[in-house]
């Protein structure tokens, strides 16, 4: 069964620097993987979508990277501002269409101090 | 605007009271489904649907259910909820075959007494 870690768990940041964080999956047999941000009290928001044939998506200030065969991703955050606090989950979805839905990693708690 | 709702946002019950959680989304979308969200146990998907009337478990279904008379809407039904259901709860919709993202709603917060 697909497990998906977040590592690290926490983070916490003076404004202005760039970061990574970084989430790795057992199965590589992916068909997409997305990093999603969570802010408290709403709901998921879609950052980035990488499919399992592209290595690289971009969007403004950050960038994730896909590594299938090694199963591995990062969020790239440049330029950290006070707004990019929030908690920043990682998700695959495997092949066969997705029926089985989104396997998440438990998230990264990003703090970003002015 | 394109969005998924889910109502009620925030709901306190008592064990046994039969509750539905409802779900619309406005993009057209095939598949939807939910999830639960737990600390330490991450969000985990509960029931999903690939279309009108076609719906199948998850990874947690027990206790719940769900159906799909129209594309729009999934309700999440407990009949009968006890304590270790309460947690926020997470509805989601996408074109099928993942090639789109998943559009979540905003999540509602369920406590069972």
């Known amino acids: 069964k697909q497990e998906v870690t977040q590592i690290p768990a926490a983070l916490s940041v003076p404004e202005g620097e760039n970061l990574v964080l970084n989430c790795s999956f057992t199965?590589?047999?992916?068909?997409?993987l997305q990093w999603f941000r969570q802010d408290p009290g709403k709901g998921l928001t879609s950052l980035l979508l990488?499919?399992?044939?592209?290595r690289e998506q971009t969007s403004g200030r950050l960038n994730a990277s896909l590594d299938k065969s090694s199963g591995r991703s990062t969020l790239y955050i440049a330029a950290s501002q006070p707004g990019d606090s929030a908690t920043y989950l990682c998700?695959?979805?495997?092949?066969?269409?997705?029926?089985?839905?989104?396997?998440f990693g438990k998230g990264t708690h990003l703090i970003i101090q002015p | 605007e394109a969005q998924v709702t889910q109502n009620p946002r925030y709901l306190i019950t008592v064990t046994g009271k039969k509750l539905t959680v409802t779900c619309s989304q406005n993009?057209?979308?095939?598949?939807m489904s939910w999830y639960r969200q737990d600390p330490g146990l991450g969000l985990r998907q509960i029931y999903y649907?690939?279309?009108?009337?076609?719906?199948d478990k998850g990874d947690v279904p027990e206790g719940y259910k769900v159906s799909r008379k129209e594309k729009r809407n999934f309700p999440l039904i407990l009949e009968s909820p006890s304590p270790n259901q309460t947690s926020l709860y997470f509805c989601?919709?996408?074109?099928?075959?993942?090639?789109?993202?998943?559009?979540f709603g905003p999540g509602t917060r369920l406590l069972v007494l």
């Open positions: 993009m057209n979308h095939e598949y």
């Open positions: 990488i499919q399992s044939s592209q």
């Open positions: 998700a695959v979805m495997e092949s066969g269409g997705g029926a089985d839905g989104l396997t």
């Open positions: 199965d590589s047999a992916i068909y997409n």
């Open positions: 989601a919709s996408s074109f099928w075959q993942g090639e789109e993202t998943q559009y």
């Open positions: 649907s690939m279309n009108v009337e076609v719906t």
